[in-house]
């Protein structure tokens, strides 16, 4: 297999994975393991994000010190229904092994894996609701081919900034938090961003499925009650993407210069002093904002989608 490592656990994270039954021969133990990440930034994992392995192979050499608890006794009745019953049992040597082989024939779901005292604990679930594994090994290697995506919590992000909202009685500032996956998810449909904030002790959301956040930016707009208004260079006449590559929460203030067209942006975003000077976060505020509006041209889809264009 193209990666390897080897006595160095701790660079996979486990929690979710599953694990299923390769072969055991009374000492070496074989398992195949999914949904395993690996850290960045290590020498098999070179990127700047946790990555999932598609699918690795785990061998433990001298499995033993073994013990299989299951947490509560269950039995089943004669209705197929099953109860708690009887005092916990903890096992150990030749039955816990073949309680073990029996969940990883079926499947077993991590809820954890990590070193404790002086072995490791596995905790999850499969035939059994819940139990734990306590085991050791004399030498672990891990292999893997290939791998599948960025981990699944790096592929989900929340953020929160200081926003200000414009009412009848003045300035406010709110709490915004925005949640973002990088992944499709409710059934793998939209929305992955929402957007949301508290104003006067009632919860308003938006969602939206673009990478940028305006849309769900613009949604939380027409939630909002009316006459309160998000402001922020998003949301400003002088707030502009930049014309040859956007970034999420930036944009570029041109509020001393007049932008007609797009290609009157290229200098002010190109020329790295004037980008550098320029570049504003969607919820800074200064005392030129001006709301966005069809008669005044701004290279910014925020009011494209408050229209619903």
């Known amino acids: ?81 099953t109860h708690t019953a009887g005092q916990r049992m903890v096992f150990d040597g030749q039955d816990a092994i073949d309680r073990i082989l029996e969940e990883l024939q079926n499947e077993i779901w991590v809820h954890y894996f990590g070193k404790k005292d002086h072995g490791y604990i596995l905790c999850g679930c499969g035939i059994e609701p819940y139990f734990e594994i306590h085991f050791n090994f004399d030498h672990v290697v891990v292999y893997w081919d290939e791998y599948k995506k960025k981990a699944w919590y790096e592929l989900h992000h929340q953020y929160k900034y200081d926003a200000v909202l414009h009412t009848p009685n003045g300035d406010e500032t709110v709490k915004l938090q925005i949640n973002y996956s990088e992944e499709p998810v409710y059934f793998g449909r939209s929305p992955q961003v929402s957007v949301g904030c508290i104003f006067e002790e009632k919860e308003y959301w938006g969602h939206g499925s673009e990478y940028l956040w305006t849309d769900a930016l ?41 932008i007609a067209q797009k290609s009157d942006l290229f200098f002010y ?38 229209n619903g264009e």
Do not use: W
């Open 1 to 81: 297999m193209k990666f390897c490592v080897e006595n160095d656990l701790s660079l996979f994270e486990f929690h979710d994975s599953v694990l299923s039954l390769v072969s055991f021969n009374d000492r070496d133990l074989v398992i195949s393991a999914s949904m395993v990440n690996i850290h960045k930034d290590t020498p098999q994992n070179p990127t700047q994000y946790d990555m999932e392995i598609a699918s690795a192979q785990i061998t433990f050499r001298n499995f033993h010190a073994v013990t299989y608890d299951p947490m509560i006794s269950c039995e089943t009745d004669d209705d197929g229904q």
């Open 218 to 258: 613009a949604d939380l707009q027409r939630r909002l009650p009316e006459g309160i208004i998000l402001k922020g260079c998003l949301t400003c006449r002088h707030g502009n993407f930049c014309p040859v590559g956007d970034s999420v929460n930036e944009v570029f203030c041109t509020r001393d210069v007049l």
């Open 269 to 306: 975003t190109e020329d790295c002093a004037e980008r550098d000077k320029r570049s504003k976060q969607y919820f800074d505020l200064c005392e030129d904002y001006q709301p966005q509006s069809k008669d005044f041209f701004t290279y910014n889809d925020y009011l494209y989608y408050l």
